[in-house]
């Protein structure tokens, strides 16, 4: 049996954390660092969004919960909803749901390598990903776009930020400011231009509208998927 992850090679996601990395904390700066300042201000985004406490959210790539802490509390009981490929990550976020004492909130997690978000047995009315299409080649984005569209609700919005460059196939890496990181056309990091993403969407039967920055701390742009004729 193949239990090879679809990231491995591609970039170190995969990597496990031990219980004792996890108890120090280490999981926060695994995500990328930035913990309160990113899970605050995607939290702080998706509420200007329309998200509210009723909303069924799915965090994909939720890592160790870096916005699930914030989202958890706000949203109404098992409204909450993340995937991950990392088994550790979902242990440390186990880790952070009892740490913040939010048990009785019911947040559901699933270990998941393929984007199987139909696995829920829910459709979503909001969905975001912070810091995954960055590190994702196209034919892995995707496969995530066509579960997404095969599970958001006919009026859901789904979130995703990415590194954008100003033309398509630009085989040149990239610097990005702030955060000095630089991007690739074919190595992780990924950059793919506006209209690079958009066609992916559309092959996906959905449609982009790009937001652009949003004050992400590394320069990382904010694009929004829906469902055609929406």
């Not at 120090?24 to 995607?42: D, I, N, P, S, Y």
């Not at 995707?142 to 995703?160: D, H, I, M, P, W």
């Amino acid at each position: 049996m193949n239990n090879k992850s679809i990231i491995t090679g591609v970039n170190n996601y995969d990597v496990q954390l031990t219980k004792e990395e996890i108890e120090r904390k280490a999981h926060r700066g695994k995500v990328g660092g930035f913990w309160e300042v990113l899970g605050q201000l995607q939290f702080d985004f998706m509420k200007a969004q329309g998200l509210k406490p009723g909303h069924k959210l799915l965090d994909i790539g939720c890592g160790c919960l870096r916005g699930g802490v914030k989202f958890i509390p706000y949203l109404n009981k098992g409204n909450y909803y993340g995937i991950d490929i990392n088994e550790s990550l979902l242990s440390a976020a186990e880790w952070e749901i009892k740490t913040a004492n939010l048990e009785s909130k019911t947040p559901n997690l699933l270990l998941n390598s393929g984007f199987d978000l139909g696995k829920f047995g829910v459709k979503f009315d909001y969905m975001i990903s912070i810091s995954v299409f960055t590190h994702l080649p196209s034919n892995i984005i995707l496969r995530c776009l066509k579960r997404v569209a095969e599970n958001l609700t006919q009026e859901g919005k789904y979130f995703s930020t990415f590194f954008i460059s100003q033309k398509s196939l630009e085989l040149n890496p990239l610097r990005h400011q702030p955060g000095d990181i630089t991007t690739h056309f074919d190595q992780d990091p990924f950059h793919y231009s506006f209209e690079e993403v958009n066609d992916m969407a559309s092959k996906c039967g959905l449609s982009a509208v790009l937001i652009g920055a949003w004050e992400h701390p590394r320069a990382q742009q904010m694009v929004m998927f829906e469902k055609k004729g929406c």
